[in-house]
């Protein structure tokens, strides 16, 4: 079975920024259509962004437009986020997972997605 664990996660004040990865192993393909989500306490889970197979195709949420990046090394299986511009609302957990081909994948819902990570905090504080 696939296993996905994320990790880059901590604490930072508003403003700084962080690089999330997530490792999957257990991938039939070194390219899978892959999407970071998050949950803050008390909140619904909600999508950040997301990356088709190819990595030219990707989509964010508009609270992360222009602040966060997605993007992946095959190679390595890992897929990463670059949060820059950090806000105290993006305080949340902060999950890894895969999505299947056939889903609608690019609205970022998080009933397409499998597989999850354990997920790792971010903590932006004011």
């Known amino acids: 079975q696939v296993q996905v664990v994320e990790s880059g996660g901590g604490s930072v004040q508003a403003g700084g920024s962080l690089r999330l990865s997530c490792t999957a192993s257990?991938?039939?393909?070194?390219?899978?259509?892959m999407g970071w989500f998050r949950q803050a306490a008390g909140k619904e889970r909600e999508g950040v962004s997301c990356?088709?197979?190819?990595?030219?195709?990707?989509y964010y949420a508009d609270s992360v437009k222009g602040r966060f990046t997605i993007s992946r090394d095959e190679a390595k299986n890992t897929l990463y986020l670059q949060m820059n511009s950090l806000k105290p609302d993006d305080t949340a957990m902060y999950y890894c997972?895969?999505?299947?081909?056939?889903?609608?994948?690019?609205?970022?819902?998080?009933?397409?997605?499998?597989?999850w990570g354990q997920g790792t905090q971010v903590t932006v504080s004011s």
């Open positions: 257990g991938l039939a393909s070194p390219s899978s259509i």
């Open positions: 990356i088709g197979r190819s990595s030219f195709t990707t």
């Open positions: 997972a895969r999505a299947r081909s056939t889903a609608a994948w690019w609205l970022l819902r998080a009933e397409n997605f499998y597989d």
